[in-house]
């Protein structure tokens, strides 16, 4: 992580999209999510995504987990 970059620590719902994955948090826009890994198993459940903010609305993903 550079000094320009800020910490990702989000929860909402882990949704499919036709680009790969958004996360829907409750009140925002959607997130779009770049991961290394497809957490196919976690789709459309709550869940709790740590990265980095690449810019307002994409997070670059460094783990996914349930709630």
Do not use: N, Q
Request: some cysteine; aromatic content about 2%; overall charge negative.
């Amino acid at each position: 992580m550079t000094d320009d970059t800020k910490p990702a620590d989000c929860t909402g719902t882990l949704m499919r999209d036709s680009g790969g994955f958004v996360l829907k948090i409750e009140g925002k826009e959607l997130v779009r999510l770049l991961l290394h890994r497809v957490p196919v198993d976690l789709v459309e459940k709550p869940a709790r995504v740590i990265g980095i903010w690449l810019d307002d609305h994409t997070i670059e993903a460094e783990g996914v987990a349930t709630l």
